[in-house]
């Protein structure tokens, strides 16, 4: 066959796997935190502000059978949250939120998750035994911003 010597074969490179052990862990978000929400700005809301901080708790379950060896940045937990956002001018229809750890230093969440509109997205980075963040409400036409604290009350 004429031609076939001036192909250029090279063998693939085999892709290599960081070890198990050094893949980042997120912490165990696991208990009852409580602290403060506080509202930086709204937006065409429904009623206007009457306070510019309510008191906020929040409960994440543990993960099924997670183990600090098996929870990792996609554990997510199941959660509940008592905080008056009517106060910041919206509400939200359930108490129910998902939350997980993106890494060993920060942490996400959601309240209200079942849509896709009118929820409350949460992130938050670990400061020693708190969590301080920022948080935001978007539903058409409106929303608000803001930030909080919680420290861990109970439980992991």
Same mark, same amino acid.
């Not at 959660?79 to 942490?107: H, K, Q, Y």
């Given at each position: 066959?004429?031609?076939?010597?001036?192909?250029?074969?090279?063998?693939?490179?085999?892709? %290599?796997?960081?070890? !198990? *052990?050094?893949? %980042?862990?997120?912490?165990?978000? #696991? &208990?009852?935190?409580? &602290?403060?929400?506080?509202? *930086?700005?709204?937006?065409?809301?429904?009623? +206007?502000?009457?306070?510019?901080?309510?008191?906020? !708790?929040?409960?994440?379950?543990? %993960? &099924?059978?997670?183990? +600090? @060896?098996?929870? #990792?940045?996609? /554990?997510?937990? /199941?959660?509940?949250?008592?905080?008056?956002?009517?106060?910041?001018g919206f509400t939200l229809p359930?108490?129910?939120?998902? &939350?997980?750890?993106? #890494?060993?230093?920060?942490? !996400?969440? @959601?309240?209200?998750?079942?849509?896709?509109?009118?929820?409350?997205?949460?992130?938050?980075?670990?400061?020693? *035994?708190? $969590?301080?963040? @920022?948080?935001?409400?978007?539903? *058409? +036409?409106?929303?608000?911003?803001? @930030?909080?604290? $919680?420290? !861990? $009350? /109970?439980?992991?």
């Amino acid at each position: 066959m004429a031609g076939v010597t001036g192909l250029g074969l090279r063998a693939q490179t085999p892709t %290599v796997l960081a070890p !198990r *052990d050094t893949q %980042v862990v997120g912490r165990d978000i #696991s &208990g009852t935190w409580q &602290g403060t929400f506080s509202l *930086d700005s709204t937006w065409k809301l429904p009623e +206007p502000p009457s306070a510019r901080s309510v008191p906020a !708790r929040l409960t994440f379950n543990p %993960v &099924g059978d997670a183990t +600090p @060896t098996t929870s #990792s940045a996609r /554990s997510v937990h /199941s959660a509940t949250f008592e905080i008056d956002f009517s106060r910041f001018g919206f509400t939200l229809p359930t108490r129910e939120a998902l &939350g997980w750890s993106v #890494s060993d230093d920060s942490m !996400r969440a @959601t309240l209200n998750p079942t849509v896709d509109h009118g929820l409350v997205e949460v992130h938050g980075a670990f400061r020693g *035994d708190a $969590i301080v963040g @920022t948080w935001r409400y978007a539903n *058409d +036409p409106g929303g608000a911003v803001g @930030t909080f604290s $919680i420290r !861990r $009350i /109970s439980g992991r």
